[in-house]
């Protein structure tokens, strides 16, 4: 079964701090997306990736930055976290032109 | 964008068939229609696609209009661990990287 792996859960953390936020899949997928879901907003795309080392911004990059050095593997991280940044985020994978998004359980993110 | 417009929430008692509505009256030719689903504090599950033809899989059948200007998502025999917030979605073919979800339509199951 294929698998989209997030590594908390759930996380809180102080206003400033530098939050990371890992993502690893096992399907060999070349695309790796960060997604954040708040209520009313439905789901938003944060930045993705088509490959190893390329990044592109997605609708809300601000805040964000993303790194991928191995396939496997995208992190979100979050330089200095602020309370607007509490939410849900989704991590997905999907292969090369491929729409279909397999996503991560997510991690609930609260920022006091 | 390439908006849906979906019922905000829907009831349907467990065995029963859902079936679940959605308006994509902008889709364009080359666009596929997608389902997918979230169930309470887990990422959304792919559910089952199709371009205009009706599809059918071991999770659900998708029934497309023939002006494929909305479509019908179906349930078969529900069950509660069907509860979930289920999204419509249309996306062309060099869309693959910006997928994103609306309202969505809350199904509640109940027994």
């Known amino acids: 079964d294929v698998k989209v792996t997030q590594s908390s859960r759930y996380l809180v953390k102080r206003t400033g701090e530098k939050v990371f936020l890992e993502c690893v899949q096992d399907?060999?997928?070349?695309?790796m997306f960060w997604y954040r879901q708040d209520p009313g907003l439905g789901l938003r795309l944060i930045y993705f990736?088509?490959?190893?080392?390329?990044?592109e911004k997605g609708d809300i990059p601000e805040g964000y930055s993303v790194s991928r050095e191995k396939k496997e593997r995208f992190s979100l991280i979050l330089e200095s976290a602020s309370t607007n940044q509490t939410s849900m985020y989704l991590c997905?994978?999907?292969?090369?032109?491929?729409?279909?998004?397999?996503f991560g359980s997510g991690t609930r993110l609260t920022v006091v | 964008d390439a908006k849906t417009t979906q019922p905000t929430s829907m009831d349907c008692a467990e065995g029963r068939a859902a079936n679940l509505p959605c308006n994509h009256s902008?889709?364009?030719?080359?666009?596929?229609v997608y389902w997918y689903r979230q169930i309470h504090s887990q990422g959304p599950q792919y559910i089952i696609h199709?371009?205009?033809n009706n599809e059918t899989n071991e999770m659900a059948s998708l029934i497309i209009t023939e002006d494929r200007k909305s479509s019908t998502l179906i349930l078969p025999h529900a069950t509660l661990r069907d509860t979930a917030v289920y999204y419509c979605?249309?996306?062309?073919?060099?869309?693959?990287?910006?997928?994103?979800f609306g309202g969505g339509t809350r199904l509640m199951v109940k027994p």
């Open positions: 199709g371009l205009k």
């Open positions: 990736s088509y490959d190893v080392k390329m990044k």
């Open positions: 902008t889709i364009s030719g080359n666009e596929y």
């Open positions: 997905a994978s999907s292969s090369g032109q491929g729409r279909l998004r397999t």
């Open positions: 979605i249309h996306l062309p073919n060099n869309a693959g990287n910006m997928l994103t």
């Open positions: 399907m060999d997928h070349e695309n």
